[in-house]
């Protein structure tokens, strides 16, 4: 499985970025999901959804203002920010996986990663 993110860049706080992941490969039956690492911090999970998108999951710091979802027609998984706050300043990496459902408190072995792509809140 290949991930390659888009649309990170520079935002003001307040405003809004729509982050994209185009995967290829086999993702059938998958989790797709971010995580996001800032500068001196280790990386943390930031959302995930299911492959029927009935189940999403999120972390607590962005309930409210992110929005995850996927198109499998395009094997793409987005990812809507609002509200955007200097600390969500960071690189954003997407991830696939069987057992996304659980990447809030571990990861797997299996799990594939993409580069990232840098998202920078401005005060």
């Known amino acids: 499985v290949q991930l390659v993110e888009s649309g990170g860049g520079l935002v003001q706080a307040g405003g809004s970025l729509r982050l994209s992941c185009q995967a290829s490969g086999r993702t059938l039956g998958s989790y797709l999901g971010w995580f996001r690492q800032a500068p001196g911090k280790e990386r943390e999970f930031v959302a995930s959804?299911?492959?029927?998108?009935?189940?999403?999951y999120y972390a607590d710091s962005v309930k409210g203002r992110f929005t995850i979802s996927r198109d499998n027609a395009k094997n793409t998984v987005y990812l809507r920010m609002n509200s955007l706050k200097p600390a969500d300043t960071a690189v954003y990496y997407c991830a696939a996986g069987k057992y996304g459902n659980s990447w809030s408190h571990r990861r797997y072995e299996d799990d594939f990663w993409g580069q990232g792509t840098l998202v920078t809140v401005s005060s």
């Open positions: 959804i299911s492959w029927s998108s009935s189940s999403t």
